[in-house]
């Protein structure tokens, strides 16, 4: 079992910049992928950022320019640098570990951007 542990999250103005951090508990099987989601009221959750172990990256299109991802590997830390933010970002984000014994979800951190 994988504790995770989020936070950054907050109200922000349009255009302006958060830093979501989300730190996992020690696992018995390597961290293989980290990555962060999003679920806007009323909508689906979606992918806005993963990150493999070896540093590959991939973004939603919605997000890519904007958002970095980034992972401290010694630390099983997985970071999300959101910058330029617009009021459609505004979501609950969630942090998605994936190792062999299975995926693990964070509890969530609401992320408010006003217009």
């Known amino acids: 079992q994988v504790q995770l542990e989020e936070s950054g999250g907050g109200l922000v103005q349009a255009g302006g910049s958060l830093r979501l951090s989300c730190a996992a508990s020690?696992?018995?099987?390597?961290?293989?992928?980290m990555g962060w989601y999003r679920q806007a009221p009323g909508k689906q959750r979606e992918l806005v950022a993963v990150v493999t172990r070896g540093g590959l990256t991939d973004y939603a299109d919605s997000v890519r320019g904007r958002f970095t991802i980034s992972r401290d590997n010694a630390k099983n830390t997985v970071y999300l640098q959101m910058n330029s933010l617009k009021p459609e970002d505004t979501a609950v984000y969630y942090c998605?570990?994936?190792?062999?014994?299975?995926?693990?979800w964070g509890q969530g951190t609401q992320v408010t951007v006003s217009s």
């Open positions: 998605k570990t994936v190792t062999a014994g299975g995926s693990y």
């Open positions: 020690s696992s018995t099987f390597a961290i293989a992928v």
